[in-house]
Structure formats: C-alpha cells, structure tokens
C-alpha cells in the first residue's frame, strides 16, 4: 500500500479542504476503517479531481472492502493521470491477481519493474502471478530476484521454495525453505513445506521434526496436521497413536482442512471420514472451474477414444499393473492415448508403455489447463485418471472437465471427492453395495477384480537362498513387504502373538528407515519377542523383489490399508496372502485379489481370527503346502493374472460410460457385463 501522500500530488497546489478529507481518510484507513475511508477520499476527490493519491489510497480502501472491480476502475482512473507511477502500477496489478486475472497482473508488475527496476514488492508479486499461471520455471527465477533486492526476505525465500518443490527440485526447495525459517523463525508455513519436501525425498525423521514445529506453531494450519502423523507412521512411532489419529478424524469429520486424502488412507478406517477428507481438500485445492472446457458435446468418432493420465508411466507400481492391460485393449473399438506427467526416464518399462499407446503426449511441462485444453481439442470421450490423490497427481486437471466421461481408476483407492470424476472403477468386494454411500463417484463395478496385473513383468531367473536373504534355514518365515507407514500397532502387536506362539518363527519386513527399524525393533522387545526374529529386507530390484517372495511362508498383510501391488506381487509368485478386512476401499484389496484367485479361505474379518489362521497354517504345513500347489496349479491362470480378460472387463464398463453420454443421461452406477 502507497504511504499516504508519497509521491503524490503537490501538496502546496491542492485545495486545503481536499487536504483534510483526504488525511482523514488516510486515518481511517489506517484504522481499518475502510468504507469511511472511501468516503472521505471520495470528498478528496469532489475538491481536486486530479487528486492522484487520494484516487491511489481509494483504491486500496475499496481492496480492502473486497470490492475489487470498483478498486481497478479506481487504480486505472488514477494512471490515466500519472501513467509512470510505479506504485499505482502494482497497487492495480494487486487487484488483477486477486481477481484472478494473472496474465494481466504479470503485465502490471513489469510495468511497475520497468519504472522501478529494484522494485521487490513487484519482483515478489511477480513471482507469484507465474506462480498462480504455473510457470514454475520463472517464478523462481522471479523469486529469485526479489530476493537479490531485498535477501532478508522471509516470504520471498519461502516461495521460491514452494516453485522449486512444484518443478520437482526437492533438495533446492528445502534450502530454500530453510533460509526463510532463519529469516523468520517461527513461520509455519515455511516449516509445513519444508516437511513436505522431506517427505517427497523420504527423509521421514527430518520431514516429522519440521511439521511437529509447523504444527505447534499454527495447529489450525491447512493439512499439517496429517503431514505430521503420516511422517511418524514411517517412523513407526506410535507414542500417542490413539488419542493423535482420534483428534485428527474428528476434525476431518468438522470439515476442517487437517490432512491430505492419500495421506488419511492410513490414518482412518471410516469410508465417510474419508469421503469429507476428500470433499474438504477438492472445495480447498481444486474446485470445479466455473467455464468448462466441456459443455454437453457429443463426438461422433468411429472408436471411443480413451485417455490414461498419470506421472507415473515409468518404474513405478501402476505399470506393474497396468502395461499389459494398454497393450491388450481392442484397437478396432478403441483409440488410447497416454498423457504423462512425469519424468521421461526412458527405461525399458517406459519405451515399452510408450509403444503400448496409439498416441503418447509427455505433458509433464504443461499447465493443469494446457492438459485440459488438449484433451478438449482431441475429443476424449473417457479421461481415466490413474492417480487421485497420490503424489504428482494433477486433479486440477479434471476440474476443468476436459472430457465427457471423467474416471478414477486404480492409483487413488479411495473416493476423489469431486463432482466432476463421474466413476470410479472397482469390484463388489472393495466397494460393497451397503458402502456405496461413501463415494461421490457412481461406482462401475466390474466383473472380475477392479486390480489387473501384467504378466510381461520379468523375475529373476535365480532365487536366493533364504541364507543369502538373512533367513534361518529352518523356521517359518511370515513376511509382509508393505511400506512401514501401513503398520499400526494394533496390527503390529497381532503379528507379536503370533510370533508367541509359532516356536522359531520369524518376521521378515521391507526395510524403511533406521528410526523405523529401530522402533519396531524396540515395540518387539515390548512385545516378550527378541528383536533378531524381526528381519529387515532392503529395497532391490524389481525382479529380484519378486523372486524373494520364494523364501517366505506367509504373508501377512496389514490393515486399514492393504497390501495392493504387494499382495498382487505375492499371489504371482506363489506366496499366499492372509487378510483382515475393513471398511474402507484400502482394507478391502487384498480381499479382491483372493477372491478372484479362489482363495476366499484366506480372507478374515476379525484380529481373533487372523492370528488363528496365521497360527494354524504353521502348524499345518500340509495344508499350506495346498494353498501354494493351488497358487502353483492354477494362478498363472486365473482370472486375477489374465490381461486380456481384464482389457474385456474395463472395455465393456467403458462402453456403458460411452452409452450413456452419448444418449444424454446422466452417470449411473452399473455392473459391467462380461
């Protein structure tokens, strides 16, 4: 905001009554006083008309009242009289951003650059209209020279950051970040940020020490307070597990703004908690846009044309599922492109998803509406969204209702929350009917298990040893290879009960961090169980994971969130899975897997029976030796590991989508016919 009078009018040539008006205006308006304020500048303004200052601070009053159109007519009246302001320039460039016209703000802000180079106000705001247009790139450069003019900047530092995370540079970000908190250190929001970088580069401990901070010094701050939680579930630190994830829910039930949807899948076992987590994030982050790019059209192309959209098309777990699947869809019914929005790390699951599309567009560069336009100007009937709420997704996207059909699939295990996704694909057992209430999408169930697998995926030719694996010859080894932020401790003290009664059982584990390793190591001693009978795997190869899963007897998944590549990678390779069902959509994975593979034996709903099951297959090793000879016979076979059936499958649930778009109705939920 001008200073009142700054570089004003000459105040010897106004008249002395404008003078008063307008020094009481200036009074007011430092007192918050806003629409007093416009009034006296308004009388300013009757008594000098050329009255350039007094128009300026109107301006800011009327900002102030929320009253923007009225504030750029205002600020435009006064560079009508003194063009060259360099203040008046930003004041207006100011109201252009809050009004969401940012090209146009961007363009005030060079003009006010161009009158006043050393301007840090307007280098800042700069860098945040190329911030709010996504040009990630230039903003931190913007940020960059706000900061050459003015270093002690807080603010600057701290969003120069936000435009490093966003362009994937994580290391730079948490610099940045770090230099705004030495600048001001009690700015929480720097501290929340910093703690997502961390995370993004699973540096847990660090990420879980800056959110605690973030969170104590602002506990209503948007999202922190499940980042916090969520970074201690990797640690597996579980002091006041209870009364923290109580807390969390009842204020996500409040609608209050507490925690990301993907990071609330571990930290809830409520389908409607999740569904208002969800609802509250898309009111908050990514609101349908009030113009969208599709209003009703209905193309008429000789093939349904079908869009997958995700960053992860490249080492990651979708292609694990998914690849197999593009492969093998009916190129005489359907077009299928991939949009990308990741890294291009051109490995060999990458050139092979590449050439699994008729049309691969690297979009990763693209803005959330540059994406969306394309798919608009290509006339996609059905926009598959592979990613929810996962890290690198774009919801953005598909708030601009790009397509006709707009579709969660497979990546988020979960409801989006949105009124624009139409479906989402998923099967009886992980959405049950009586569930049904808890999502916003119309659910399309298909007829085998919503999850696919492809059975391309190389496996290393040789298994090790369970000596060469850090495994004893002669026990039973349970395993679960879930990431650590799956465990709880209820989960975690069912596993010690059974380790209690198996005599020389062990448990083998995906490695996380040292802290993690360390407290699980710590909760067993707890437990009356040595620490050495758990055994930590280290993260490998791909195929070398899968050929590891030989060693074991058992798997033992978590809950309320599943196993879901983990259990598909276990089944593949012959190693049963024994499950504990919940309520929500990611407790009920594992379930679909065995169901579909004809192992519905395999699936409990209690703790009480999932220990005696675990129990009972040690001490049954004829038995177990059935389940793995079944999974041997017959699983290769199985409708759970058949890509081309399970092409089929989403082929006719899209096919229904398409029906019904193009006879004018309305998104229904339906069974796919088979």
Known sequence: MTPPGEDGDPQSEIPAAAKAHFQRGNSLLNLGRFAEAVAEYDAAIAAQPDFAAAYNNRGNALKKLGRLEEALQTFERVLALNPTHAEMQFNRANVLSDLGRHEEALDGYDRAIAIKPAFAGALLNRGDALFSLERYDEAASAYGSAIAVRPGNARAHYSQGNALYELGHLDEAVTAYGRAIEQKPDFAAAFANRG??????????????????????????????????????????????????????????????????????????????????????????????????????????????????????????????????????????????????????????????????????????????????????????????????????????????????????????????????????????????????????????????????????????????????????????????????????????????????????????????????????????????????????????????????????LFLDTRPYNAHTGAIDALWMGLPVLTCTGSTFASRVSASALVTIGLSELIVNSLDAYERSAIQLAAEPARLATLKAKLARDGKSAPLFDAQRAARDLEAAYRVMWRRYQNGEKPKGFEAPR
């Open 196 to 553: 997502n970088a961390l995370s993004r580069l699973k540096r847990f401990q660090e990420a879980f020490a800056s959110y605690d901070v973030a969170f104590k010094l602002n506990p209503q701050l948007p999202y922190v307070e499940g980042s916090c939680l969520y970074a201690k579930a990797h640690l597996c630190d579980w002091n006041d597990f209870d009364v923290e994830h109580a807390r969390l829910s009842t204020r996500v039930r409040a609608g209050a703004r507490a925690a990301w949807p993907f990071a609330f899948l571990a930290l809830s076992d409520s389908p409607a908690d999740q569904l208002k987590c969800a609802e509250t994030c898309v009111s908050d982050r990514y609101p349908a846009v009030s113009k969208p790019f599709w209003n009703g059209d209905r193309y008429e192309h000789d093939k349904i044309r079908l869009a997958y959209i995700s960053a992860d098309f490249g080492d990651m777990p979708m292609p694990a599922l998914m690849t197999e699947i593009f492969e093998e869809h009916d190129r005489a019914g359907f077009e299928v492109s991939a949009i990308s929005l990741g890294p291009d790390c051109q490995t060999e699951t990458r050139i092979r998803l590449e050439r699994a599309f008729d049309t691969f567009v690297d979009a990763r560069s693209s803005t959330d509406q540059q994406v969306a336009a394309l798919i608009r100007e290509t006339e996609i009937d059905i926009a598959i969204d592979l990613m929810g709420f996962t890290t690198g997704a774009r919801t953005g996207i598909f708030a601009h209702r790009p397509a006709p059909v707009q579709v969660s699939y497979l990546g988020f295990p979960g409801t989006m929350g949105a009124t624009y996704m139409d479906y989402i694909l998923a099967d009886r057992v992980v959405i049950p009917r009586e569930l049904q209430s808890a999502y916003s999408e119309k659910i399309a169930y298909l007829p085998g298990s919503y999850i696919p697998n492809d059975s391309k995926r190389e496996v290393a030719a040789k298994t090790p040893s369970r000596g060469e694996l850090q495994l004893p010859d002669d026990a039973f080894v349970y395993c679960c290879f879930n990431s650590p932020h799956k465990l709880t401790p209820e989960m975690f003290h069912s596993w010690m009960r059974i380790l209690r009664q198996v005599d020389g059982s062990v448990l083998w584990l995906l490695k996380g961090c040292a802290t993690s390793v360390e407290n699980l190591r710590r909760e067993a001693l707890q437990s009356g169980v040595a620490p050495e009978r758990l055994i930590f795997a280290p993260r490998i190869a791909a195929e070398d994971h899968l050929a590891r899963h030989r060693r074991a007897d």
